[in-house]
């Protein structure tokens, strides 16, 4: 059986849907004494999906890492 595919929100290639793979979501996550959170409740179904190498290279990117290129081409 062939694995569900999905077009990765960064760089438009498709991902598949496995281990591994990113999916952006949304829902409620209660305040905890320590910080952070354990799991979403009533998560929402995935709104889009990305490959772990896009998602590293977008922490690099936004954490001043890796400087963004752009170009009009």
Not at 31 to 40: F, Y
Request: glycine letters at 6%; aromatic letters at 10%; proline letters at 1%.
């Amino acid at each position: 059986m062939a694995k569900e595919k999905k077009k990765c929100y960064y760089c438009d290639d498709y991902v598949e849907i496995s281990v591994g793979a990113y999916r952006k979501v949304s829902g409620w996550a209660q305040i905890r004494e320590q910080g952070g959170s354990n799991s979403l409740a009533f998560m929402s179904e995935p709104e889009a999906w990305a490959h772990s190498a896009c998602i590293d290279r977008q922490k690099q990117i936004k954490s001043g890492r890796l400087k963004q290129t752009e170009t009009l081409f």
